[in-house]
Structure formats: C-alpha cells, structure tokens
C-alpha cells in the first residue's frame, strides 16, 4: 500500500498529463458554450435521442428526432448497433454528454496523430508534445472544429481503422476493427474492399464476420429496429440530406449536383463514382505493394469520401493524418516543396469555415464560376491527392511484399 503512490507519480508524467489537460480544457469551453448558448453538438443530440428512444421500452429508434434551431429534425441514422453503443448518452444530461464526447474526441486526435507518425517514421521522435503540437495546428482545420461543434463519431472510427490497418498485417485479429467500425457506420466497409484488393483475405474475412457479428447484435438487441433498418431506412437519403447541393457535401455526388444546379444527377453519378471508386482502391493497392501501408490506407479512405453519396465537411477528418504523413516524410527528406504543400492544403482547410456563413446566407444551393472551384475545395483536394499517387509511386525504389504484408 505504501508503493501505491510512487507508482502512481511514476504514471502520472506529462506524457500522459499533457493530452488530458488539452482534452479537459477544451472539453471545459464546449460544456460552457453550450451551458451559456444551447447551441450546436446537433449529432450528438441525434446521438443521445436515439439512445433514450432505444433505452424506452416502447420507443421507436427511427421515429424520434430532435429539432436544430434551423427547425430541421435531426433523426438518428446509424445501425441500431450504435445506439447501443450510445446507450450511455441516455443516462446523463445533454452538458455532461458534450464534455465527455469532446474531452474523448480531442484524446482520439492526440492518438490518431500519434499512431500517424509512429507508422509514418517508425524512427522518428515521438515525444508527446509532437502530438500536442500537431493536434493544436489541427483544431482551426473545419473537419476537426466542425466535427467537435457537431458531435460527430468520425474521430472514433478513424482512430479504430488506423490502429487495425496499420499494425501487424499478420496478427490474428487484423480487419476486426474494420467491421466493428463499420457496424456503428457503414462507411468504413470500403476498407474490406481494400483489403481484398490487396490479397488480405483472411482480414477482409475477419472484417466481415465482425461486421455481420455487430449486425446480429443488433437484431438480438432490436430486432424491429434492425429489420426496418436493414430493410431500407439505410438507403433513406432524406433523413442525411435534404439537397445534396449543399456545400457542407463534400462528395462527388455533392460537387455533380452543384455543377448541374440540380439534385437529380444519380444517373452520372453512379458510374462516375464507380470508376473512382475502381481507381482509388488499385491505386490504394499500389501503395500497399510499394510498401506504403499507410498511405494505401489514406488513399482508400479519400476514395470512399468521393463516392459517399454525402460525405458532410466533418467526415474529411482523414486530412488530418494525410498532412502529418506528408509533413513528416517531407522533414525527414528536407522536401520543402512538400512542406509548402501541407501549408497551402492547411490554409484551405481552415479558410473552409467560411462556409458557415455561406449556409446561413443561404447561398449554398447556387453557385457560377470561380464559385464552383470554392464550393468544392474538398473534393478537388482529394482528387488531386489521388492523381498525384502514380508520379509518387512510380518514383519509389521497388519494394517486394507479401499479400500478408511481409517483405520476402
């Protein structure tokens, strides 16, 4: 008992204070924004009503909503296997909930950047104020400042995918935290893809078995929830957008219906995000061959944003990753060319907030000219990035691997 508090001093460094004390002050200014305004966190709203309609005997996952200050009701979107993930969220109070989800997304950033660079310079310094620094630059980004004013999951499921993908390819359970992450959001089961692409089958199985595993979970737990969501309430796209044209949309299918002034342009849309969809993940399959997993990793997420039929400003969190790769790869090789990119793509994803006025001036259905470049500034950045992968790769050493992901 006398050893307990020298243990505990040994813990308590400031590699692990640091995060905690970022996390909890900025945790501490969302819960007094909220207390003070009764604003934003809307996705978490979603988040904590479906979790009290799930947690009533008689309530219905998918009729409750909750109302933004616009009048739009926000209903709850995801797998009835989320909402008992969110289960917590129905037992404490709407300023508890957005301390805690915040406090723990800001954590999951300072991790994400973390596990970035360890498997982008496994060499480099990791000392945690690295991490901090980088998670400072990265709050002014839109993705990362929208995502925690909305109270988004996104952060969660990027750090899940990015600690599975990048880890040993040969231990048993790789491709388990694919499928979890997909079964609280569909989206990350572009990963299985991926994962079959790049001859990993036994992962892509595992992926999948956990995926169906969160499925069945969910039919036990709800099953006319599940059978209502599975049945169709998925493919739903009015309870995620009304008009895809908004600018927040930050997707092929988004940019289409902003070029054509129209929301009806699924008959272009589907093939094109075929083909990009086809492009995105051999080109994630060539980084995975040259020995550059993680990159392969980025390039498939980037490809699965551009598909998405909505991918919301939030959901391109994944630049956060992308520039810590490119930051670090540019440092070690003294690429200033590279560092002036990673600052230019910075800039535009923190001036991207003006995007918020534009939604609430309401201008954000019409758009001429040079307004159609501002408008769509994600999805050309994620267009260009994967354009740019052949050059880069074809300027690699070749390096023989595995579909196991081993070198010979």
Same mark, same amino acid.
């Given at each position: 008992?006398?050893?307990?508090?020298?243990?505990?001093?040994?813990?308590?460094?400031?590699?692990? !204070?640091?995060?905690?004390?970022?996390? @909890?002050?900025?945790?501490?200014?969302?819960?007094?924004?909220?207390?003070?305004?009764?604003?934003? *966190?809307?996705?978490?709203?979603?988040?904590?009503?479906?979790?009290?309609?799930?947690?009533?005997? %008689?309530?219905?996952?998918?009729?409750? $909503?909750?109302?933004?200050?616009?009048?739009?009701?926000?209903?709850?979107? /995801?797998?009835?296997?989320?909402?008992?993930?969110?289960?917590?969220?129905? /037992?404490?109070?709407?300023?508890?909930?957005?301390? #805690?989800?915040?406090?723990?997304?800001?954590?999951?950033?300072?991790?994400?950047?973390?596990?970035?660079?360890?498997?982008?310079?496994?060499?480099? %310094?990791?000392?945690?104020?690295?991490?901090?620094?980088?998670? @400072?630059?990265?709050?002014?980004?839109?993705?990362?400042?929208?995502?925690?004013? +909305?109270?988004?999951?996104?952060?969660?499921?990027?750090?899940?995918?990015?600690?599975?993908?990048?880890?040993?390819?040969?231990?048993?359970? /790789?491709?388990?935290? #694919?499928?979890?992450? +997909?079964?609280?959001?569909?989206?990350?089961?572009?990963?299985?893809?991926?994962?079959?692409?790049?001859?990993?089958?036994?992962?892509?199985?595992?992926? #999948?078995?956990?995926?169906? $595993?969160?499925?069945?979970?969910?039919? +036990?737990?709800?099953?006319?929830?599940?059978?209502?969501?599975?049945?169709?309430?998925?493919?739903?796209?009015?309870?995620?957008?009304?008009?895809?044209?908004?600018?927040?949309?930050?997707?092929?299918?988004?940019?289409?219906?902003?070029?054509?002034?129209?929301?009806?342009?699924?008959?272009?849309?589907?093939?094109?995000?075929?083909? #990009?969809?086809?492009?995105?993940?051999?080109? @994630? +399959?060539?980084?995975?061959?040259?020995?550059?997993?993680?990159?392969? !990793?980025?390039?498939?997420? @980037?490809?699965?944003?551009?598909?998405?039929?909505?991918?919301?400003?939030?959901? *391109?969190? *994944?630049? !956060?990753?992308?520039?810590?790769?490119?930051?670090?790869?540019?440092?070690?090789?003294?690429?200033?060319?590279?560092?002036?990119?990673?600052?230019?793509? *910075?800039?535009?994803?923190?001036?991207?907030?003006?995007?918020?006025?534009?939604?609430?001036?309401?201008?954000?259905?019409?758009?001429?000219?040079?307004?159609? !470049? /501002?408008?769509?500034?994600?999805?050309?950045?994620?267009?260009?990035?994967?354009?740019?992968?052949?050059?880069?790769?074809?300027?690699?050493?070749?390096?023989?691997?595995?579909?196991?992901?081993?070198?010979?």
């Amino acid at each position: 008992m006398t050893r307990a508090p020298g243990r505990l001093r040994s813990r308590l460094t400031p590699a692990t !204070v640091a995060p905690v004390a970022l996390a @909890a002050l900025i945790a501490a200014a969302a819960f007094a924004v909220h207390r003070a305004t009764g604003q934003f *966190w809307w996705d978490l709203a979603a988040y904590r009503t479906g979790a009290l309609a799930a947690a009533s005997a %008689d309530g219905n996952l998918y009729d409750a $909503a909750v109302r933004g200050t616009d009048g739009i009701a926000l209903g709850f979107t /995801y797998p009835p296997f989320a909402a008992l993930l969110f289960q917590p969220l129905a /037992y404490v109070g709407p300023d508890l909930a957005i301390a #805690v989800w915040t406090f723990a997304s800001v954590l999951a950033l300072v991790a994400v950047i973390q596990v970035t660079r360890r498997s982008a310079a496994p060499t480099a %310094d990791r000392r945690t104020v690295a991490a901090l620094v980088g998670t @400072a630059v990265a709050m002014p980004i839109f993705a990362v400042s929208g995502h925690l004013q +909305a109270g988004q999951v996104g952060l969660f499921l990027m750090l899940i995918v990015l600690v599975d993908l990048t880890g040993d390819p040969t231990r048993r359970w /790789y491709g388990l935290g #694919v499928g979890l992450a +997909a079964g609280l959001k569909l989206t990350p089961l572009i990963f299985v893809l991926f994962l079959l692409a790049t001859g990993r089958l036994r992962a892509a199985a595992t992926a #999948v078995a956990g995926f169906l $595993a969160t499925v069945a979970l969910g039919f +036990a737990w709800r099953p006319a929830d599940s059978a209502r969501f599975w049945g169709g309430t998925l493919l739903d796209s009015s309870r995620v957008t009304g008009d895809p044209r908004t600018i927040l949309n930050q997707s092929l299918h988004g940019a289409l219906a902003r070029l054509a002034d129209s929301a009806g342009v699924s008959t272009v849309w589907l093939p094109l995000a075929a083909l #990009v969809a086809a492009a995105g993940i051999a080109l @994630a +399959a060539w980084c995975v061959r040259s020995g550059e997993p993680l990159l392969g !990793v980025l390039a498939c997420a @980037a490809t699965g944003l551009l598909v998405s039929p909505v991918s919301w400003h939030h959901h *391109w969190v *994944w630049a !956060v990753p992308a520039l810590v790769l490119l930051v670090e790869r540019s440092r070690s090789t003294g690429n200033r060319t590279g560092l002036a990119v990673a600052a230019s793509v *910075w800039l535009v994803l923190v001036a991207s907030t003006s995007w918020v006025l534009v939604g609430i001036q309401g201008w954000d259905l019409h758009f001429r000219g040079w307004g159609l !470049v /501002y408008s769509n500034l994600y999805v050309l950045i994620g267009l260009a990035g994967l354009g740019y992968l052949p050059f880069h790769l074809r300027r690699r050493p070749p390096d023989v691997i595995t579909p196991t992901g081993r070198r010979p």
